[in-house]
Nanobody, 124 residues
Framework: QVQLVESGGGLVQAGGSLRLSCVASGLTFRTYAMSWFRQAPGKEREFVAGINWAGSIFNYGSFVQGRFTIARDNAQHTVYLQMNSLKVEDTGLYYC?????????????????WGQGTQVTVSS
C-alpha cells in the first residue's frame, strides 16, 4: 500500500519560513518524480514545485520566484520543500504527489499517488 505522509506545515508570519517533508512508503521511491501542489479554499489545486527521480531537474510554479526549494533524499524516501519569504497568499493545504517514470509535471492528473496534505497558514 502506497503512502505519502506530509508534515511540517503550521502557522507562520509573513516573511517567515517553513520546511515541508513528505515521506513515501510502499513504492520504489527512486523511480518516481515527486512534486508539491497546494490548494487554497475556493481555488483550484496548483503546482508548486517538482523534482525528477534523480534530483537533477527542477520545476517551479511561476509564483515561487526563487522563494522555495525542492529537494529529495532517495535513501530516506523523502522529498522536501523549503519555503522562505512566505506571503499571506501562500496559505493553503500543501500536497505531496508521486509520478512513476516521468519528469515532474505541473498537471495534477499526471500523478499516481497523493498524500493527505499539510496545512500552511501565513498571517500578516
Amino acid at each position: 500500500q502506497v503512502q505519502l505522509v506530509e508534515s511540517g506545515g503550521g502557522l507562520v508570519q509573513a516573511g517567515g519560513s517553513l520546511r515541508l517533508s513528505c515521506v513515501a512508503s510502499g513504492l520504489t521511491f527512486r523511480t518516481y518524480a515527486m512534486s508539491w501542489f497546494r490548494q487554497a479554499p475556493g481555488k483550484e489545486r496548483e503546482f508548486v514545485a517538482g523534482i525528477n527521480w534523480a534530483g537533477s531537474i527542477f520545476n517551479y510554479g511561476s509564483f515561487v520566484q526563487g522563494r522555495f526549494t525542492i529537494a529529495r533524499d532517495n535513501a530516506q524516501h523523502t522529498v522536501y520543500l523549503q519555503m522562505n519569504s512566505l506571503k499571506v497568499e501562500d496559505t493553503g493545504l500543501y500536497y505531496c504527489a508521486a509520478r512513476r517514470l516521468g519528469d515532474a509535471s505541473a498537471r495534477a492528473s499526471a500523478y499516481d499517488f497523493w498524500g493527505q496534505g499539510t496545512q500552511v497558514t501565513v498571517s500578516s
